[in-house]
């Protein structure tokens, strides 16, 4: 295999082979199970050393597009092929403004006493479901005995500067450069978004967020007095067009956006579009929240965040293990640069001083020694083959009027539904079923938006099979119901009533 190294490029040659790989494998050039040839013969025949080629193998192996199989090599994973999905989702672009409001206190707590049922069937979570952590009891006890004089005390807000060395290297491999002195460790990333919010937001301004969003999000800005501007996803992520347009009339002090992995929808966004976005931030000097939680968690290459392209310090860059280990561990992190670091920070130690220093001591634990990496492999593994069996499962039950996304990670699957339809009724039939969805409308700044569920993938086979068939059953149903009351005749004589 020849491989055409730009040695000069200030992308490591371990990125720029992963890179031809993948292009390779994403194209089916290299055939889903195909053997990629040994270490040795591709150092050889690229004319590098063989850690090079180890650590791109590792990169590919993380990106879930090859295996290894142990005495055997490597392989190109056999459930990489996507290209029979097709999405047709392409919803109405209308803008959302909401200047009150907020439920998200109510719908977390709900949603967590509903979770407490035995035998449901959870679609509705922000978190995998199918955890293989099966050795943490044994990496906890390591981590919490290697560190005792360190757990004893209080600690540095912005954490232990092994942990932000460890995630300083993982935000390199994702193709974003910063040092551990840029790297704050929150309580969750939601601790990120509301430290970064109080930071630049003020009440009374508007902020930009793309529709739908991360509720938690809307929660804090309503919680702030700050006024959204739901600018609505396209298949390829913020409407730029309406953007620009709400820059210029209201001018907003932020705009806050999920660049990988969107929740809810499952976006990714091009590289052409991050690029877009930042010159329009940079246009109208408007700070960029950017919250990539799910970013850790796709099947295939992802562009580098925005922040990778900032060179102003215009962005804040925030994510979490929240979706990867367990959010019960509650460390996220976050990179705030140049002037914006010190008093961020300062917020901190106002709020909790520092994150807890045994959470961070496990986490440490597991991104050394390749627990991590091999750990995010099996996840990813196991959600890609939820997500296939999702996407076949709404191809079989869901009337041809629904639309959804295709998302290459992340957990979730957002499913769009025809106008007049009763989300709500669909939601409430289908607890009492046992089934726990994500109505749609929470992740609107108004609460309203357009009728639709958030599915997270992560679960078994079996339970994606019984659930996806089941709501498919109340869709129609309600699908009938929206029909009818929308016909006058039928109305007036109340034929059928849901
Ligand atoms: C986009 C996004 N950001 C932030 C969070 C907060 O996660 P945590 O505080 O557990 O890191 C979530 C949780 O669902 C999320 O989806």
Redesign the pocket.
């Known amino acids: 295999m020849k491989i055409i190294l730009d040695r000069q490029s200030s992308q490591p040659l371990y990125l720029q082979i992963r890179n031809y790989l993948s292009r390779l494998i994403q194209s089916e050039k290299l055939a889903p199970g195909a053997r990629l040839p040994s270490i040795r013969t591709l150092a050889a025949s690229v004319g590098v050393n063989k850690l090079t080629i180890v650590e791109a193998y590792g990169v590919l192996e993380a990106d879930g597009l090859i295996q290894s199989r142990p005495g055997a090599g490597y392989f190109v994973h056999s459930a990489v092929s996507s290209h029979q999905w097709r999405s047709h989702f392409a919803p109405t672009q209308a803008v959302t403004i909401a200047e009150t409001g907020e439920t998200f206190c109510e719908q977390f707590t709900a949603a967590l006493q509903a979770q407490q049922q035995k035998e449901i069937i959870n679609f509705s979570s922000?978190f995998p479901l199918t955890q293989e952590l099966d050795n943490f009891q044994r990496i906890a006890k390591r981590a919490i005995a290697r560190t005792t004089d360190n757990l004893l005390r209080y600690d540095f807000p912005q954490g232990q500067l092994i942990l932000r060395q460890q995630i300083a290297h993982m935000l390199l491999q994702q193709g974003l450069e910063v040092s551990p002195e840029e790297i704050i460790i929150t309580n969750?990333?939601?601790?990120g978004?509301s430290l970064a919010m109080r930071y630049y937001l003020q009440p009374g301004d508007w902020a930009i967020v793309e529709t739908p969003t991360?509720h938690?999000?809307l929660g804090i800005l309503a919680n702030l007095g700050v006024k959204a501007i739901g600018i609505p996803m396209t298949a390829e992520g913020m409407n730029l067009e309406l953007l620009e347009q709400y820059l210029c009339s209201h001018r907003p002090k932020l705009i806050y956006t999920?660049s990988t992995l969107h929740?809810p929808t499952g976006i990714t966004t091009s590289q052409t579009h991050r690029q877009q976005l930042l010159a329009l931030a940079r246009q109208y000097e408007c700070p960029i929240l950017e919250?990539n939680?799910y970013e850790a968690l796709n099947f295939a290459p992802v562009p580098a965040p925005i922040k990778a392209l900032d060179r102003g310090d215009r962005v804040t860059y925030l994510s979490?293990f929240?979706k990867t280990l367990m959010?019960g561990l509650?460390i996220?992190y976050m990179v705030a640069t140049g002037k914006h670091y010190q008093p961020i920070l300062e917020q901190k130690i106002l709020q909790d001083l520092h994150s807890s220093t045994v959470s961070q001591a496990i986490v440490s634990e597991f991104l050394s020694g390749g627990h991590y990496r091999r750990y995010l492999n099996r996840l990813r593994t196991n959600h890609l083959q939820s997500r296939n069996a999702m996407l076949q499962a709404l191809e079989r039950y869901f009337p041809p009027q629904a639309s959804w996304t295709i998302p290459q990670g992340g957990l979730f699957l957002w499913v769009h539904l025809p106008e007049g339809i009763s989300v709500q009724a669909i939601c409430r039939e289908a607890l009492s079923q046992k089934i726990l969805v994500a109505s749609g409308a929470a992740f609107f700044p108004d609460r309203q938006g357009y009728p639709a569920l958030r599915l997270n993938f992560s679960n078994s086979l079996i339970d994606i099979e019984q659930g996806i068939s089941a709501l498919g059953e109340l869709v129609q149903k309600y699908l009938v119901g929206a029909a009818v009351e929308r016909s006058p005749l039928l109305q007036s004589v109340g034929a059928i009533g849901y």
């Open positions: 922000g969750g990333s939601e601790q978004l991360y938690g999000a999920i929740n919250d939680a979490t929240s959010p509650r996220g």
